[in-house]
C-alpha cells in the first residue's frame, strides 16, 4: 500500500486549503485513516480520523475549522481545512491502518499559513 498526499501550500490566514491522500493498493474493507501534522521541533499530533464507518475524531484545535472525509471508491482521504491559523503551518501525514494491525504513512504535503 501507498499512501500520496497532495495539495499543501502557502496561505494567508484566514485561507483554506484541501489536502487529498490517494492510498494504492489492497487497504481492505475495515481501516482507519487519520491526517497527523508536525510542526518544526514539535511532536507529531493526531489532526482528525475517520473510520471505515464513517465515525470521525477531531483534535480540539482544529474542531469546527476542518473537515475529514472520504472517497472510498477512489482510495482517497481528503482534509479540507478553512479558517487556517499560523499555528496550522506544519507537515501533514496521511496515515492508514487497515485489518487493525497494519500501518502505512504517507510522504507528507507542506502547509504554511502566513500571518
Known amino acids: 500500500v501507498q499512501l500520496v498526499e497532495s495539495g499543501g501550500g502557502l496561505v494567508q490566514a484566514g485561507g483554506s486549503l484541501r489536502l487529498s491522500c490517494a492510498a494504492s493498493?489492497?487497504?481492505?474493507?475495515?481501516?482507519?485513516m487519520r491526517w497527523y501534522r508536525q510542526a518544526p521541533g514539535k511532536q507529531r499530533e493526531l489532526v482528525a480520523q475517520i473510520t471505515s464507518g464513517d465515525y470521525t475524531f477531531y483534535a480540539d484545535s482544529v474542531k469546527g475549522r476542518f473537515g475529514i472525509s472520504r472517497d472510498k471508491s477512489k482510495n482517497t482521504l481528503y482534509l479540507q481545512m478553512n479558517g487556517l491559523k499560523p499555528e496550522d503551518t506544519a507537515t501533514y501525514f496521511c496515515?492508514?491502518?487497515?485489518?487493525?494491525?497494519?500501518?502505512?504513512w504517507g510522504q507528507g504535503t507542506q502547509v504554511t499559513v502566513s500571518s
Open positions: 496515515y492508514l491502518l487497515a485489518a487493525r494491525q497494519y500501518d502505512y
Open positions: 493498493g489492497n487497504i481492505g474493507s475495515f481501516n482507519v
